[in-house]
């Protein structure tokens, strides 16, 4: 799947001149295959993600999630119990890329420096290419919704946080410089790193998807991990 979760709607095509007339006496489309097991369950996801790419979108509803796939509220809820379940579902889907990718970066690169750069160019690329999950990962889609949300999504850069921090252990005390122990110095720049991140995705929301959080990524890179 990647990283995007669009919907998949399949063009219609229109009909000949000659077909048109005998559409009269042609027998009736076949009805509507039901989806496959767990195929309605993506596509309520993949909805909801496209509704959070408007940049000034209001609260997704059930009702305009329903509407936008053409079926009753009461079929979102045989998939979903609430709508903080479909988010838990996009969070869960957040975190598997990252985190998974984070495992990747780890097991191919062994400068310190390069693989926390990596991390950090991967999650805001994430977030670039999505920027409906942006919204979530910044908290701006969660607000008026169930607590427990944001409540993820701060363990998420906490998370993060410590990723980049065990990441950036293997040479900190080559950079260490003396001012601080290897681990101290891990951390800080960890948390500079994890603060960046969220900041320019904060960032790339607020401006309506416009400033690109990639933007003049690698020169702030090369400042934050000079003595990485």
């Known amino acids: 799947m990647g990283y995007r979760m669009r919907p998949s ?23 509507r295959k039901r989806p496959k097991p767990g195929e309605r369950r993506l596509q309520i996801l993949q909805a909801l993600a496209a509704m959070l790419e408007q940049p000034a979108g209001e609260r997704v509803t059930t009702a305009a999630l329903a509407a936008r796939l053409d079926v009753s509220e009461a079929a979102l809820y045989r998939h979903f119990a609430s709508k903080a379940q479909m988010f838990e579902a996009l969070i869960e889907f957040i975190e598997g890329s990252v985190f998974g990718l984070v495992t990747q ?29 942006a919204r979530v990962m910044v908290g701006d889609a969660l607000v008026g919704e169930n607590e427990r949300l944001q409540q993820r999504m701060t363990q998420f850069f906490d998370k993060l946080e410590a ?7 293997g040479d900190a005390a080559a950079g260490a410089g003396g001012s601080l122990t290897p681990d101290a110095d891990a ?30 990524l690698e020169p702030a890179l090369q ?3 000079s003595n990485a």
Not at 9 to 29: L, V, Y
Not at 109 to 133: H, I, K, S
Not at 191 to 213: D, E, H
């Open 9 to 31: 709607n399949d063009p219609s095509t229109e009909p000949s001149t000659g077909e048109a007339a005998q559409a009269a006496e042609a027998p009736a489309a076949p009805a």
């Open 105 to 133: 970066i780890g097991e191919r690169e062994t400068d310190a420096a390069a693989r926390a750069a990596q991390v950090v160019t991967m999650v805001l690329q994430f977030g670039e290419r999505n920027p409906g999950m």
């Open 163 to 169: 990723a980049l921090r065990q990441n950036l252990r």
């Open 187 to 216: 951390q800080l720049t960890a948390s500079i790193l994890a603060a960046y991140v969220a900041g320019r995705l904060q960032r790339f929301v607020r401006s309506g998807f416009r400033r690109a959080p990639t933007d003049q």
């Open 223 to 225: 400042r934050m991990l």
